[in-house]
C-alpha cells in the first residue's frame, strides 16, 4: 500500500523558514513525481513546486520562487520543502502528492502558520 506522510509544519514568524518532510512507504520516491500543494480557509488548492524523481528536475510557483527548495533523500525515501523567508501568505496546510500507477496519493497535510 502506498502511503505519504508529510510533516514539518508549525508556527513561525514572517522572515522565518521551515522545512517540511514527505516519506514514502511502498513507493519509491526517487523514482516518482511529487509535488508540494497548499491550501488555506477558503481558497483552492494550489500547487507550490515539483520534484521530479527522474531527472531532478524542478518546479516552482512564482510566489515560492527564491524563497522555497524542495530536494530528496533516497536513502531516507523523503522528500523535502525547504521554506525560507516566510510570509503571512504561506499560511496554509501543505501536502505532499504523487500518482502511481492511475492512483492519485496525498499525504495527510501538515499546517504552517506565519505570523506577522
Known amino acids: 500500500e502506498v502511503q505519504l506522510v508529510d510533516s514539518g509544519g508549525g508556527l513561525v514568524q514572517a522572515g522565518g523558514s521551515l522545512r517540511l518532510s514527505c516519506v514514502g512507504s511502498g513507493i519509491s520516491l526517487g523514482n516518482s513525481v511529487i509535488g508540494w500543494f497548499r491550501q488555506a480557509p477558503g481558497k483552492e488548492r494550489e500547487g507550490v513546486s515539483v520534484f521530479n524523481g527522474y531527472d531532478g528536475s524542478t518546479y516552482y510557483a512564482d510566489s515560492v520562487k527564491g524563497r522555497f527548495t524542495v530536494s530528496r533523500d533516497n536513502p531516507k525515501n523523503t522528500v523535502y520543502l525547504q521554506m525560507n523567508s516566510l510570509r503571512p501568505e504561506d499560511t496554509s496546510v501543505y501536502y505532499c502528492?504523487?500518482?502511481?500507477?492511475?492512483?492519485?496519493?496525498w499525504g495527510q497535510g501538515t499546517q504552517v502558520t506565519v505570523s506577522s
Open positions: 502528492h504523487t500518482i502511481q500507477w492511475g492512483q492519485s496519493y
